[in-house]
């Protein structure tokens, strides 16, 4: 059965940081390329960052640049994503995604930023 369970989302202040993990099951995580998407009320599902899983390179979106940073422990089977300088508009719920595998979502994890 595939898993990937979303942590590490809260409330956190503007300008704050948190770090998200997904750790996941029941595939074989090292052969697959992992994504971070988050939704925010009432907007599409957007991408925020990818890696590969040869080599970790990573991309990440326009808004996060600079400031998110997505990294993989394929021993654990276990994707992170250290998020800084955290402002209101990062309020969203964020997902987990394992490329071209349809069960492969998590049930994401709420992080909200907040004063």
């Known amino acids: 059965q595939v898993q990937l369970v979303e942590s590490g989302g809260g409330l956190v202040q503007p300008g704050g940081s948190l770090r998200l993990s997904c750790a996941t099951s029941g595939f074989t995580f090292s052969n697959y390329a992992m994504n971070w998407y988050r939704q925010a009320p009432g907007k599409e599902r957007e991408l925020v960052a990818a890696?590969?899983?040869?080599?970790?390179?990573?991309n990440y979106a326009n808004f996060v640049k600079g400031r998110f940073t997505i990294s993989r422990d394929n021993a654990k089977n276990t994707l992170y994503l250290q998020m800084n300088s955290l402002t209101p508009e990062d309020t969203a719920v964020y997902y987990c995604?394992?490329?071209?595998?349809?069960?492969?979502w998590g049930q994401g994890t709420q992080v909200t930023v907040s004063s």
């Open positions: 890696i590969t899983n040869v080599g970790g390179r990573a």
């Open positions: 995604h394992a490329v071209g595998r349809k069960d492969g």
